[in-house]
Each structure stands twice: as C-alpha cells, then as structure tokens.
C-alpha cells in the first residue's frame, strides 16, 4: 500500500515538473521574459501630467527610440495633477516602472516606492552622469538621506529666448489702438476697453474683454500666479520667499498682491472681465480663445498654446497674442526671467516594481544621450532634417509643418519623449559645435508671423524677449524654487498646503465678483481663514524646507 502511494506520489511530482517546465518553456518563447513582447521589453509609466501628443510609441521617432533601446512605453497620463492617483498607488503598494510624480515624489519617497539610483547611474548611465554634470550632487534627497530617487526633466543650462509669463493681449488690439505702451495693468486695461468699445463683437459674437482661467489646480496659473508676477516677485508656488532671510509666506499676504486682486475686482466691476471666468472648464477656456473673440488673458504660454496654434491655422494671426510684462506700476521689474538656477526636484524615478531598473536606467541614459537628444529636438535625418555641411537643416516645408501643424509632435515623435528624461536646454552646443535644440534667436524670429513681426517691429523690438526685465538684471535664486521642494503628501504641511489652497479656490473668485464697497472686508476675512487653517504652521516648515536646500546645494 505505501509502495503505491509513492510511486503515486512520484508521478505527481514529475508531472508537476514537467508542467513547470513547459510553462516556462511557453513564457520564454512567447514573451522572453518577464515584460517583454517580441524581444521588445515594455515599461509602464505613470505620469501626473496629461500629454495630448502621446504617440502611442507609433511615430517615426519612437519606433526609432524603441529599436534603439528595445524599449517601448506603456503610460498612464492623469488628467488631476496625479495626488489622488500616486495616494491609491501607495495604499495599493503597486506601481509603475517609472513614475513622473511632479510634487508627489515625497510620498512616494516615504513610502519606499521608489529605488535609490545612485548605483544604476554608475554603472549603466553615462550619459545621466554627463548631463547632470556639477549639478549631480543637486539630485540627492536631503541632508540626512543623500539616495538619488528622481532624475529631474528640466532642461540643462536653458536659455530662454521667449518670455513664459506675462499679460496676453491680441495683435489687433494693440494695431488698432497705434501700438500703445503695454507696461502696466492699467496700460492693458485702457487697451481692452478701448478696442472692446469699437468692436462690440468679432464674427457675430460678443467681444470678451478678459478671460481667466479657474479650472481646479489651473486657477494658480491664470488667476492667482499672476498677483507675483505682476508685483514683482517670481515663481515660488504658493509662497513668496524672502531673498536675504529666505523665510516663506503665502503670496498672497503680500500688500501689493491685494491690490492686484482689487485692480481684477475693478475690472469685473467695469465688465470687462469675462463673466465664465471661473465656472468655464479648460477645453472652454481654450475654445473661446481660439474662436478669436478674447481681446486679453493672463497666462502661461503652455497653457494656451494650443489655442495660439488654433488660431494660427485658422489663418486668425491678428487674434493670436502676444505676452506684455505689464506690472502694477512702471517701477516694478518684471521677473520671467529671473533664474532659478538649475531646478533639481521634479522629474522621473523609478519604483520598486520595476521587473527591469537596469534596462529602465539604460532607456532613460539613451534619451539624454546625444543620439537620443537628437531625435527627441531634430528628428531622423532624411526624413526631418538634412546635413549641409556637417549641419543639421531644417527645409522651409518641414519649419512650416512644425509652425503650424497642431499635431506635429505626434505624428512625427519629435519631442513627444523629451519630458521623460533630462535635456540639454536651448542655445547648449553638441560635440559638433550645433546646439542641441533647435532653438536660437534666428529660429523663434523665423517663426513668428508676419503679423507678430509688424508688432515687434513697431514697438521696436525684434523678440518678445526684448520687452522684458533681462536675466542679468535679477539675482540667481540660491534655493531654485520653493514649488520645487517635494513634501510627502500626507505630511504635516502638504495638508494645511491643500487646505488653504482649497480655501484660495473658493475666495479668491469670491473677492473678484464682490461689489467693490465689499472688498477689504473680504480679502481680510480671506487671509485670517487661511491663518486659521493653519498657514503660519506651513510658512515655518517651508521656511525649514527651503533653508535645508540652501544648505544642501551649497554642500
């Protein structure tokens, strides 16, 4: 009787062996391993921001990066700034490979998602250690935890030849009107109404003097981003920082930046602000810019340059804008292009999930590769440029595809990676001597319209550049920027942060609609709410924070 049971016993065993083999032998031919596809290894990737020109790794460029790398990408793309999104990851404890967390990377960080680097850029990354240069001690975490968990994504020794920030103000205003000055808010105000008092209405449909932009986390870059600019501070997230003490404060406690509030409140009182400001949704906010009937906005040139494209191709260059550095008053210096130095902090890492970190490290150390540079700023050569000369050349039909076709970036691949690893900024040079980009004074003049020539031109200037405050004229900022600084997302701080930025949300409209008689006591009323919430808790421990960097880049 035992005999039989273990000969039975056997039977199952080799049997089981057998299955075992089998299926391994079934996996390695169909899937050569664990992520792999037809010798092709995918990577997941989660990133907070959306990307409307996700390729699907399909266009001539991504292709090319995959056959390269044997690389391929499998994304996720959240449409809500990615908190939520990494919070469930964490309470999951799955990830991604590789994750673009934006200001989420503390979380991730004290959660143990993410791998510490160091050694896979020793041993695997040589063009991450070139890039980085002297700036790879920036890519240590804290004083107390030197562990490289993000590769940051900001380009390299950028040099910026357009403004980013400033008031948006159509072409055909300002050539109507006889090219007014456009230095302050008040400039820009007279501008609006006056066009708007001669032309009620553009094809059909009422002119809209200003248009802002509150749509969830983008009420910071439309609506109240814009009370630092236009006083003359420069982009610190909710905080501005004390240049000699480095102490933080809300922004929005700044005298000066209540008075940017009360000129909005003045222009809602006049009508000339649009009334859907705040309840219209970003794709809204888009389609009315690009119908050509929004004489002015204040915004980032990232978030309405789709709406520029639009109106471009609609053969509308009067209705696209250009960007103003108008300030409260002329004394105060405008600082789009005060530098921050370079902005280690947000980026890409990759987690602990990651079946393959060496072949994730190597896909990355492509990107920031020379070759890899190339694709993701010239393209394949033959197809997107040619050599002349031993330099690279862009034809006149293929600048204008660039120029004008909204869906070039997809459809072609150039750039649709470049968010994903670091890069070298404009105006850095290869080991040809070309730059890196394609990006020069020449190149952005070339792609203006004649339209935004005729502007420029009479306000005697050659680029939109000239109109500002220059970068030699403002102090580098030894801290880079206090929005940069990750912060676990269920810290101390980070909740009080949302806290007030949920109150910010719902007073800052509040304050503009108001009737006039009623705005002090209503922006008062604001501030001690957010005070109450626990803001001068959060100012102490971004104070720290900000000290603990100085410190550290300084190491």
């Given amino acids: 009787m035992m005999k039989k049971r273990s000969m039975k016993m056997m039977l199952f065993l080799l049997l089981s062996f057998v299955l075992v083999l089998s299926g391994c032998s079934s996996k390695s031919s169909s899937d050569e391993g664990d ?4 010798g092709v290894t ?4 989660f990133s907070a921001d959306i990307h409307s020109q996700w390729d699907d790794m399909q266009s001539p460029v991504s292709k090319l990066v995959t056959e390269k790398t044997g690389v391929t990408i499998n994304p996720e793309f959240d449409v809500n700034g990615g908190t939520q999104k990494i919070a469930l990851m964490v309470a999951s404890g799955e ?9 989420g990377a503390g979380t991730l960080v004290e959660a143990g998602a993410l791998i510490d680097l160091t050694d896979l850029i020793e041993e695997h990354a040589p063009n991450l250690k070139k890039i ?11 004083n107390d935890d030197e562990s490289i968990y993000i590769l940051p994504t900001a380009a390299i020794d950028q040099q910026y030849f357009n403004p980013s920030h400033g008031v948006g103000l159509q ?17 820009f105000e007279n501008a609006i109404r006056d ?10 449909q009422p002119t809209l003097g200003l248009s802002l932009l509150a749509d969830d986390w983008r009420i910071m870059i439309s609506t109240t981003n814009p009370a630092f600019w236009s006083t003359g501070a420069s982009d610190d997230g909710e905080f501005y920082v004390d240049p000699e003490t480095y102490e933080a404060t809300f922004h929005y406690k700044r005298p000066e930046e209540k008075e940017y509030f009360r000129w909005l409140n003045h222009m809602n009182d006049e009508g000339l602000l649009d009334p859907e400001s705040f309840v219209q949704k970003y794709d809204q906010y888009l389609a009315k810019l690009s119908s050509g009937r929004v004489l002015g906005i204040i915004d980032d040139d990232w978030q309405f340059a789709e709406a520029q494209r639009s109106l471009r191709e609609q053969g509308k260059a009067d209705k696209m804008y250009g960007l103003y550095p108008a300030t409260l008053s002329e004394d105060i210096k405008h600082a789009n292009f005060q530098s921050a130095g370079y902005l280690a902090g947000w980026g890409i890492g990759i987690s602990v999930d990651a079946e393959d970190p060496v072949a994730a490290i190597k896909f990355l150390d492509f ?51 470049k968010g994903f690893a670091p890069s070298y900024g404009d105006g850095v040079e290869d080991s040809t001597g070309q730059t890196y980009t394609i990006a020069s004074p020449e190149q952005v003049k070339d792609s203006y319209t004649d339209v935004e020539k005729e502007v420029l031109t009479n306000y005697g200037v050659e680029m939109w550049k000239d109109l500002y405050p220059q970068a030699e004229e403002f102090p580098v900022k030894p801290w880079g920027a206090a929005f940069n600084i990750t912060v676990p997302g269920d810290s101390e701080l980070a909740l009080i942060e949302q806290k007030v930025l949920d109150i910010v949300k719902k007073r800052i ?14 922006y008062d009323n604001f501030l001690a709410e957010i005070d109450k919430a626990g803001a001068k808790d959060a100012e102490k421990m971004r104070t720290d924070l900000i000290k603990d960097r100085v410190k550290l880049w300084n190491n």
């Fill in 35 to 38: 992520g792999k596809k037809d």
């Fill in 42 to 45: 995918e990577l997941t990737l």
């Fill in 95 to 103: 990830y991604p490979d590789l994750i673009v967390p934006k200001g």
């Fill in 132 to 142: 980085y240069g002297d700036y790879l001690s920036r890519l240590k975490w804290s």
């Fill in 171 to 187: 072409h055909a205003v300002v050539k109507e009107l006889g090219y007014p000055e456009i230095k302050t808010l008040k400039d």
């Fill in 195 to 204: 066009y708007k008092e001669k032309n009620p209405t553009i094809d059909g």
């Fill in 367 to 417: 990107l920031a590769s020379e070759e890899g540079q190339t694709l993701q700023n010239w393209g394949i050569e033959g197809e997107h440029y040619e050599m002349v000369d031993g330099k690279r050349v862009i034809s006149e039909e293929e600048m204008d595809e660039r120029n004008n076709n909204a869906n070039y970036v997809k459809e072609t691949g150039v750039g649709v990676l």
């Fill in 509 to 522: 409209p509040e304050v503009i609609l108001a009737d006039p008689a009623d705005f002090d006591k209503l």
